[in-house]
């Protein structure tokens, strides 16, 4: 008889086994707010990372009622926040990196949208949504000025 894994538990084991390979990283803070401006995360893989990076989870909260959306963008935004921590407690810091700005501009194409509730925190993705190449970005948009943002981006990075 066969047995049929469901895709959670598929899912879940294969965030586990990256975890333990030391390839499955973390970001997360906040930015915001600057009047007449939308804050802004992204998570950029770099050109010349040699990595593709599998988004795995994304989280978000704002200091208000706000529809963000998720965008492509791959050029970096102004401030790097860190390189993703390796969830691997002492692995290497990944090649990825977490960048924020505020500006009057929206950055990017959209790609999705959701809905935020003033302070309250919510998983936007869970269990595997894109993959960024080399040179490519995702950002994390507010589309309300003036609002503070937090912004939580869970990957893998696979080599090429």
């Known amino acids: 008889m066969k047995t049929v894994i469901g895709t959670n538990i598929i899912a879940t084991e294969r965030w586990l086994e990256e975890i333990r390979r030391g ?10 707010p600057i009047a007449g401006n939308y ?10 990372s ?8 994304i989280d978000a909260n704002s200091s208000g009622n706000d ?14 926040i860190r390189q993703g921590a390796n969830l ?10 977490h960048r924020v700005n505020t500006d009057p501009l929206q950055s990017g194409t959209q790609v999705s949208n959701y809905f935020l509730a003033a302070n309250v925190p919510r998983l936007l993705v ?12 995702l950002v994390l948009g ?9 912004g939580n981006f869970m990957w893998i990075e696979i080599p090429l």
């Open 126 to 137: 869970g269990h595997w949504y894109a993959e960024l190449g080399p040179g490519e970005g």
């Open 50 to 57: 040699g990595v593709n990076a599998l988004l795995h989870q």
């Open 142 to 150: 507010a589309n309300t000025p003036n609002l503070v943002m937090y």
């Open 23 to 32: 390839r499955a990283f973390s970001s997360g803070g906040s930015i915001g």
């Open 39 to 48: 804050s802004q995360h992204q998570i950029l893989n770099p050109a010349g």
């Open 88 to 97: 691997l407690i002492g692995g290497t810091a990944g090649l990825c990196a």
């Open 67 to 80: 529809s963000p959306d998720l965008r492509t963008y791959n050029t970096a935004l102004t401030t790097l």
